[in-house]
């Protein structure tokens, strides 16, 4: 059956005839063969049936009439019958009576009986008949007769046969070989077809009809089929052809956006990654796509707000308003945090929901925006700081300009002594030198604020500018006869000779300041001065045992015209001017000044200058 | 009992034709036989109560008899066409009424003509062993020949009569075919 299945069509429908012709040929030639021996044999048994009827009548007149002698001639008459063998009378107690050949044998006696009977063995027939007349028994007939004829018969017979079944083979072969091309032609013709299509891809071709059987029907359908397929192929080219237009404008989109556009799925991981996005993340497309978009996001405040912010943005979007962008914080891959602006909507691809974020890079914004935002209030503090400078300097000249107006005025007195001019003229000079020390200050000041300072750096030794710097403030000290104070040079630090490089005047005007204002809020005790060296820095020191600052203004003093407590301004009169501008100068020196203090015990003014430039 | 019998007679038939000396009873009891072998093989028709079989089948000998008990001997206990055998010896012709099988002795030869006028159209079997007599109309006559019991047949007769004689008969006798008639 395999080995059926394996052969071409051609072969099969040849077999299938084949087999089917040999078959019933063989079969009626079986049934012919069976009906023409079962003939043969029945018209033998009739034919010699006939002739032994008619000799046992004979014999039995013979045996009535004719004394017996002529039975012979009776049994002669069965002698015509071919391939005779035997032939007898017997007699009613079953006895030889007469036989044709007196030689002949018989393997064994016949059967005795009243009824005629006949009977075929395998080289036999054997055939009795009863010798009746007016119902007396007078014996029976006996013949045998060999199969030699029929044998012969029936060999010629299967001989003509096998000549015809042979004939008829080779007859039913040419048919059949003829007629499968009826049946296979048509389905070969499709079957060449179809791989014509196959191996060219023509689905143009189409298959003619010839029949209006199954097969035509079958090429019907078949070309039915190229047509649906052709006509399937060029919807498909067009809509691929559309699809890479559609995708290539989408790619040309997506990449010239400088915003970042990032997709993710329901599982919130990246599907999408556009140029932008590798421009501002740093991350490649190969890189970020299928991991999670929380990558992208420095910390689980940024994470959760993430979510919220876009379920804000779906229900904007669905309430149709334009979604605002949401600032946030974002990582990029070198770990650099950045400022966001994102925008994200719902999109639904394929059943499944998606989430497209546009997302902009507003660091340099920000920054912009910090920076404009630092100016204004600067602009707005420096507008206060103005008035304020204003109010408090008209306030610092009117003090000693009033000085000078009443003393001036007293000059012009005539009863003024000499003394006492001496006196007020002395007053007048104080007041003069106030002044000018603080129009020298608002000069500073204004420098300072319009960065018109000027540093005149020379090499200096730090030991002598401090003891120049004591010398000059002692002797300053005792014009003011403030002598409930007094002013130490630490002098165990400057054993070695420091060499600084610095602007010597503007480090002079900044001891002058802070030793000024130590002596000035200083009732009684020591101010002390002096500096020592660590890592590469100076440090100088001012200190003194006087009012003290508290901790929350440390700050503050460094501010200009600020003083601290109203009510001892009047006590300690000045600009507030001194601190501001010292610390001005060391930070232009590329040092820092700052102060650590005890309420009512002292303070501790702290600078330090970098050793070498 | 039938199978008996006819081994008897056969038996018989065979010793008589060989012991052909003792001639006359050796002759008539073949005849007797012969008689015998006849009524097998002749059809009486039906008509006249003939299938009555209680009816005895009657065999009639016209005539001196000569068969000297040989046919007593033949028939008793034998039934033809299955009714008994009646034997009548009669002398004279007015006899003759509804018997079956008429046996005319030699002696009767004067008055053959009136036998067979008498016998005419009639279902019997007229037998006859006297030469001459199956010319005159006489069915069946015996006559022998090289010693031997033979008979002939007067075919006109038979195929005009209402009997029928089977071929077989026919085929071992000796065919008359009167002329006159």
């Known amino acids: 059956m395999r080995f059926f299945k394996q052969l071409p069509l051609k072969w099969k429908n040849i077999l299938v005839i084949l087999v089917v012709s040999m078959l019933t040929t063989s079969v009626g030639l079986a049934i012919g063969s069976y009906i023409v021996v079962t003939n043969y044999k029945a018209s033998m048994v009739q034919k010699v049936h006939i002739a032994a009827k008619l000799t046992a009548k004979m014999a039995i007149s013979e045996i009535s009439f004719g004394h017996g002698g002529e039975m012979r001639k009776y049994l002669m008459w069965l002698k015509e019958i071919p391939d005779l063998k035997n032939a007898r009378i017997y007699t009613p107690d079953n006895n030889l009576y007469s036989a044709l050949n007196s030689e002949d044998t018989l393997p064994q006696k016949p059967k005795n009986s009243k009824n005629s009977w006949y009977k075929y063995d395998d080289d036999y027939l054997h055939l009795s008949e009863p010798m009746l007349q007016d119902g007396k028994y007078e014996g029976f007939l006996y013949i045998r007769i060999g199969m030699e004829t029929l044998d012969n018969q029936i060999f010629r017979y299967l001989k003509t046969t096998l000549i015809i079944l042979v004939l008829l083979f080779f007859l039913s072969y040419f048919f059949a070989s003829f007629f499968q091309k009826v049946l296979s032609r048509p389905i070969l013709h499709l079957a060449q077809t179809a791989q014509k299509v196959t191996q060219t891809g023509n689905y143009g071709i189409r298959i003619k009809k010839t029949t209006s059987d199954e097969i035509g029907k079958l090429y019907d359908q078949f070309n039915s089929m190229l047509e649906q397929i052709q006509t399937r192929q060029a919807k498909l080219k067009e809509a691929n052809s559309a699809l890479s237009e559609s995708k290539e404008k989408f790619k040309k989109i997506s990449s010239s956006a400088n915003d970042a556009i990032i997709v993710i799925d329901n599982t919130q991981n990246i599907v999408f990654w556009n140029r932008a996005a590798t421009k501002i993340f740093g991350y490649t497309k190969e890189e970020i796509l299928t991991k999670p978009l929380v990558k992208l996001l420095p910390n689980n405040r940024q994470k959760e707000r993430f979510g919220v912010v876009a379920r804000a943005m779906v229900q904007q979007n669905a309430t149709e308003k334009n979604p605002s962008p949401y600032e946030m914080l974002a990582i990029r891959k070198d770990k650099k945090t950045i400022d966001i602006e994102l925008t994200a909507s719902k999109i639904e691809v394929k059943q499944n929901n998606h989430w497209v974020t546009i997302i902009r890079d507003i660091t340099d914004r920000k920054i912009a925006q910090q920076k404009l935002k630092d100016a204004t209030e600067k602009a707005i503090e420096s507008e206060k700081l103005k008035s304020a400078f204003l109010q408090n300097i008209s306030h610092e000249i009117r003090t000693p300009m009033n000085g000078i107006m009443g003393f001036a005025g007293l000059l012009k007195d005539p009863m003024t002594t000499q003394k006492e001019l001496h006196e007020y003229a002395g007053y007048i000079v104080e007041n003069g030198e106030n002044l000018i020390l603080l129009i020298d200050d608002i000069v500073d000041i204004s420098k300072i604020g319009s960065e018109q300072m000027t540093l005149n750096k020379q090499t200096i030794n730090l030991t002598k500018l401090l003891k120049d710097i004591y010398i000059t403030q002692n002797k300053q000290k005792k014009t003011h006869q403030n002598s409930r104070v007094k002013l130490i040079l630490n002098e165990t630090l400057l054993s070695c000779n420091t060499v600084i490089d610095t602007d010597p005047d503007r480090l002079k005007q900044v001891f002058f300041k802070l030793l000024s204002n130590a002596i000035k809020f200083t009732e009684r005790g020591v101010v002390e001065f002096g500096y020592e060296i660590i890592d590469n820095k100076v440090q100088f020191f001012v200190s003194d045992t006087g009012i003290g600052i508290e901790k929350q203004n440390y700050n503050k003093i460094f501010e200009t015209f600020s003083k601290i407590n109203k009510n001892t301004s009047k006590l300690y009169c000045g600009t507030g001017l001194g601190l501001a501008i010292s610390k001005s100068i060391i930070n232009l020196l590329g040092g820092d000044i700052w102060v650590e203090s005890e309420v009512g015990k002292g303070s501790i003014f702290y600078f330090w200058l970098p050793l070498s430039a | ?181």
Not at chain 2, 2 to 8: G, N, Q, V
Not at chain 2, 23 to 38: D, N
Not at chain 2, 78 to 87: A, I, R
């Open chain 2, 1 to 181: 009992m039938k199978k008996a019998l006819s081994l008897l007679v056969f038996s018989m038939l065979l010793i008589f034709c060989k012991v052909g000396h003792s001639q006359t009873s050796s002759e008539y009891l073949m005849k007797a036989a012969f008689i015998e072998r006849f009524t097998r093989f002749t059809t009486w028709p039906n008509s006249n109560g003939f299938s009555d079989n209680s009816r005895p089948f009657i065999i009639s000998v016209l005539g001196d008899n000569p068969f000297d008990g040989v046919l007593i001997r033949v028939f008793l206990d034998h039934k033809v066409k299955n009714k008994n055998v009646e034997l009548r010896y009669l002398s004279d012709i007015n006899q003759i009424k509804d018997c079956s099988i008429l046996f005319i002795t030699s002696k009767m030869s004067p008055k053959i003509s009136q036998i067979i006028r008498k016998t005419q159209n009639k279902p019997i079997l007229t037998i006859s062993d006297t030469p001459g007599f199956c010319e005159a109309g006489v069915l069946v006559n015996f006559f022998l020949l090289n010693n031997k019991l033979r008979f002939e047949v007067n075919q006109t007769k038979a195929s005009n009569s209402t009997l029928k004689l089977s071929h077989l008969i026919l085929q071992h006798a000796k065919i008359i075919e009167p002329k006159q008639k």
